[in-house]
């Protein structure tokens, strides 16, 4: 697994835009950009499309951000990240633009789908579209909607939610697709429960990652003070009747919960350990493959990380995180 970052300084990025005017010009409509990265280590290829609003300064720190996290996890093909203003008048425009663009991809794209395509004002999140979920549907890929929470260099949503996004297409396109064929068995083998309602996993690998990487590429004392700030959230919920595997969505903190729970696992073993456990996924399943890597059950992994959140320290909490390489 290579674990070099790499800045823009150091790849190639091709813009090509297919709204030019007869007479040359650019119109005032959402633009396509495609950025790809070449190096004798790593081949990365994404396309982004955005609203037009986007100043230059918030693109190039997303495609920076997507760049960072395909060399670090690896490439992810084909993956589109679409990036809209919030205003519901870019994005209803950006959803139109997505639309013709999917159909103009592949003819066995249904008109009636163009409702799902889950871009929207203070929308983010990952969609996998392929004949698993649509059925008909010949060409698969990988979607990340992405939107404009903070303009602001201090804000780092930017760096973040493009980098945790990239990692469920990461975690998504690690399963076989003839293996793994229904929802239900995808979700149930990436951690969460049939219904897909249980994010410990998932969502805290994804949140995890979105900010250690933002924190190593740039940010240095990001990770420690976002994952500090989280331990009194955090230890509100975890009680004496606590359990991972009952996490839901609807609980308020349940992304930093699962998050601190990656940072306990990973500090038992390594990132390196974390990752290789994604490739034996398709061979040994989501339950039998945790404790082949990490020689521990689910559910004793479950109370080990309970009892020890309870009864840590804050100085021995940071100091876990410390020790995350």
Request: charged share 20%; aromatic share 16%.
């Amino acid at each position: 697994m290579n674990k070099k970052i790499f800045f823009i300084s150091s790849f190639i990025l091709f813009f090509s835009c297919d709204n030019q005017n007869e007479d040359g010009s650019i119109s005032n409509e959402t633009v396509f950009n495609e950025v790809y990265l070449s190096s004798d280590e790593v081949a990365c290829k994404g396309k982004l499309f955005y609203s037009p609003s986007f100043p230059s300064t918030y693109l190039s720190r997303t495609i920076n951000a997507y760049t960072v996290a395909c060399n670090y996890f690896g490439d992810v093909r084909p993956l589109e990240l679409w990036l809209t203003a919030n205003t519901e008048e870019e994005a209803k425009a950006l959803r139109k633009r997505w639309c013709d663009y999917r159909q103009s991809q592949d003819i066995t794209f249904n008109t009636e789908w163009c409702q799902r395509s889950q871009i929207g004002v203070n929308l983010a999140n990952y969609v996998y579209w392929s004949n698993i979920y649509y059925k008909g549907m010949e060409k698969e890929h990988h979607q990340l909607n992405l939107c404009s929470f903070s303009f602001s260099n201090d804000d780092l949503s930017a760096e973040y939610v493009t980098i945790h996004e990239f990692f469920h297409a990461y975690q998504s396109s690690h399963l076989d697709n003839d293996i793994y064929n229904t929802p239900e068995s995808r979700d149930e083998n990436l951690g969460r429960n049939k219904n897909g309602n249980n994010p410990w996993h998932t969502e805290g690998s994804a949140d995890f990652f979105g900010h250690y990487l933002t924190s190593i590429s740039g940010h240095p004392n990001h990770f420690k003070e976002e994952f500090e700030r989280r331990i009194d959230i955090v230890e509100k919920i975890i009680d004496t009747n606590f359990t991972l595997l009952d996490l839901t969505y609807e609980i308020e903190g349940a992304y930093y919960v699962g998050s601190w729970a990656i940072v306990y696992l990973i500090s038992m073993h390594s990132i390196e350990d974390y990752l290789g456990f994604y490739d034996i996924l398709n061979e040994d399943g989501f339950a039998n493959g945790f404790l082949k890597s990490f020689s521990q059950s689910l559910e004793d992994f479950d109370k080990s990380f309970s009892n020890w959140f309870r009864s840590s320290s804050r100085v021995e909490k940071m100091q876990l995180l410390s020790n995350i390489q």
